[in-house]
Structure formats: structure tokens, C-alpha cells
């Protein structure tokens, strides 16, 4: 007998984004001791207490607040077992997901980028990534609304892989860290290619399962 079944990509990917999800979020609230009072020592507080105090204050602490819940209810929202198993909380959570990253998230994303650590070039990457998840968030948004809903989990998907630069940008700040490896160069390439990197997989293996390539067959 034969039997046919799809290459589970997205499987693999929400378990893997899940460990590191969870790890970088407990990472974020370990340092909650330096950002509640704000310590200007910390290594990300470091030299912002001149233009910390305003503006630059609220949208730090709006995307503290819901900067690892979008991450960590991303992991469940594009996963197809919690979808199907609790349709009800997936659009609830969803509601949630939406109003969080298109009110809090990339607005405050989009405040913080001018302030960027290492110039313009980081903080066109940054600015960039806030204004393409907000596109990304609102266009999911529109196609559940509209019952869409293929193209809705397409979209979704993207805002995902767009959240994920957080992971990608810490976990390789981490290993420059660790190796002890300094390149100015380093955090603005990191700005860009934390989600233009995983956006061009995500697209590659989109068109990919569209053409049929990605249909694994087993034997009898």
C-alpha cells in the first residue's frame, strides 16, 4: 500500500521557533531587573539615558510587554493541531495577536529603530521590519475577515517569520558574544538579514509546495 503525505515543514519549524521562542523570551524577562527601574549599565540600556526619558520610554516598555507574548502566541496561532483542536481560541488569541502587534509592537518597533545602536544603516533595517510586519499583520487581519482563509495563514505565517528577527538577532548577538567576535559591520548586516532572510525561505518554500516539490511518497 502506499501512502503519501506532506513534507511537515511547518511542523518542524514551530517546534524549532518554539525552543528558541521560549528561550530568548525567559532571557528578556531575566533582564526585566535592568529595565524596571531602568538600568543605564545594562548592556541594552547602555548610553540611552540622554533620550530614554519621553517618547523613546513608552514605546521601549510597550514593546517589552508584548514583544514575547506576539512570539510565544505566534508559536501556537500558526500551528495547524491548535488550530483545529480550538478553532474558538485561535480567533480569540488571533484578535489578540493582531491588536498587539499592530498597536503595540511595530509602532514602538518603528519609534525605537531611530535610535538604533550602530547608525542609519541598523536603523533602516529595523524601521523597515516594522513597517512590513504591520503590512503583513494588517493584511492577515483583512483575509480572515474576508473568510480567506488560505491566503490568511499565509499571510500570518509571514507575520511569524517577521516577529522571529527578535530570535535570530539575539541568538546571533549571543554567538558574537560568546566567540568574542566584534565587526562593526555585524548589528546592521544582523538589522536586515534577521528577517529578510527568513522571509525569502518562508517565499522559497511557499513556491516550492505550490509546484508540488515538497510531496514526499513512501515506499509499499
Not at 480569540?92 to 509592537?105: D, I, M, P, S
Not at 567576535?181 to 509546495?209: H, N, V
Request: hydrophobic residues 50%.
Amino acid at each position: 500500500m502506499q501512502r503519501t503525505s506532506s513534507f511537515s515543514w511547518p511542523q518542524a519549524v514551530v517546534f524549532l521557533a518554539g525552543v528558541l521562542v521560549w528561550k530568548v523570551s525567559i532571557s528578556v524577562l531575566l533582564q526585566y531587573r535592568h529595565y524596571i527601574p531602568p538600568d543605564f549599565d545594562s548592556d541594552f540600556l547602555f548610553g540611552r539615558e540622554e533620550y530614554f526619558w519621553g517618547v523613546y520610554s513608552w514605546a521601549f516598555y510597550a514593546h517589552l510587554a508584548f514583544g514575547p507574548p506576539s512570539l510565544i502566541l505566534g508559536t501556537l496561532l500558526v500551528s495547524d493541531r491548535f488550530r483545529k483542536r480550538t478553532p474558538k481560541w485561535h480567533r480569540w488569541l488571533g484578535r489578540v495577536q493582531v491588536a498587539g502587534v499592530l498597536l503595540l509592537v511595530a509602532p514602538s518597533g518603528l519609534c525605537m529603530s531611530w535610535h538604533a545602536e550602530t547608525g542609519a544603516i541598523a536603523a533602516a533595517g529595523l524601521g523597515s521590519l516594522a513597517i512590513v510586519t504591520a503590512v503583513c499583520t494588517a493584511i492577515g487581519w483583512r483575509t480572515a475577515v474576508r473568510r480567506d482563509f488560505a491566503s490568511h495563514r499565509r499571510w500570518m505565517w509571514r507575520t511569524f517569520t517577521l516577529l522571529c528577527s527578535a530570535v535570530v538577532i539575539r541568538s546571533v548577538g549571543g554567538l558574537a558574544s560568546v566567540t568574542h567576535f566584534e565587526a562593526e559591520w555585524l548589528y546592521p548586516l544582523t538589522c536586515w538579514a534577521s528577517w529578510l532572510m527568513p522571509l525569502l525561505a518562508f517565499e522559497s518554500i511557499e513556491r516550492l509546495g505550490k509546484s508540488g516539490l515538497l510531496v514526499a511518497t513512501t515506499g509499499r
